[in-house]
C-alpha cells in the first residue's frame, strides 16, 4: 500500500465543530474514514501554523486517496490537500531509469 501525507486546514464552522466534539474524536472519524477505504491510519496530528493537521495513512491506491480528499474538501469545513510519500527504495528506482527528455528549446 501506498503511503500519503495530508495536511488539513479548518475554517471556522470546522474549528467549531473541533471544539464540540474533541481531538480524539476528529481522529476517530478520520481512522474509520481511512479503514473504510481499505487503508490505515499511521498517524494524525493536530498542530499550529500553516496548517491545523497533519494526516499520515496507507491507502491502497490512488483513487482512494482521491475519494477521502474530494469528500473532505466538499465537506466545507475542512480544506485538504494530500500527496504521495516515496520511499528511499522507490526513489533509487527511480534513479535508475532511463528517460527519453529534451528540454524546452533543445
Same mark, same amino acid.
Given at each position: 500500500? %501506498?503511503?500519503?501525507? $495530508?495536511?488539513?486546514?479548518?475554517?471556522?464552522?470546522?474549528?467549531?465543530?473541533? +471544539?464540540?466534539?474533541?481531538?480524539?474524536?476528529?481522529?476517530?472519524?478520520?481512522?474509520? =474514514?481511512?479503514?473504510?477505504?481499505?487503508?490505515?491510519? @499511521?498517524?494524525?496530528?493536530?498542530?499550529?501554523?500553516?496548517?491545523? %493537521?497533519?494526516? +499520515?495513512? @496507507?491507502?491502497?491506491?490512488? $483513487?482512494?486517496? =482521491?475519494? +477521502?480528499? =474530494?469528500?473532505?474538501?466538499?465537506?466545507?469545513?475542512?480544506? %485538504?490537500?494530500?500527496?504521495?510519500? +516515496? $520511499?528511499? @527504495?522507490?526513489?533509487?528506482?527511480?534513479?535508475? &531509469? $532511463?528517460?527519453?527528455? &529534451?528540454?524546452?528549446?533543445?
Amino acid at each position: 500500500m %501506498a503511503k500519503y501525507l $495530508t495536511t488539513a486546514s479548518y475554517n471556522s464552522d470546522g474549528v467549531r465543530g473541533l +471544539i464540540k466534539d474533541g481531538g480524539s474524536a476528529r481522529r476517530a472519524a478520520v481512522q474509520k =474514514l481511512v479503514e473504510g477505504l481499505g487503508g490505515k491510519l @499511521e498517524g494524525f496530528y493536530f498542530a499550529y501554523g500553516d496548517h491545523d %493537521a497533519y494526516v +499520515i495513512s @496507507e491507502l491502497p491506491d490512488a $483513487t482512494a486517496a =482521491l475519494a +477521502i480528499s =474530494l469528500a473532505v474538501n466538499a465537506s466545507g469545513a475542512v480544506g %485538504a490537500k494530500t500527496v504521495p510519500l +516515496i $520511499t528511499a @527504495e522507490e526513489m533509487d528506482a527511480a534513479t535508475k &531509469r $532511463t528517460v527519453a527528455y &529534451r528540454a524546452p528549446g533543445a
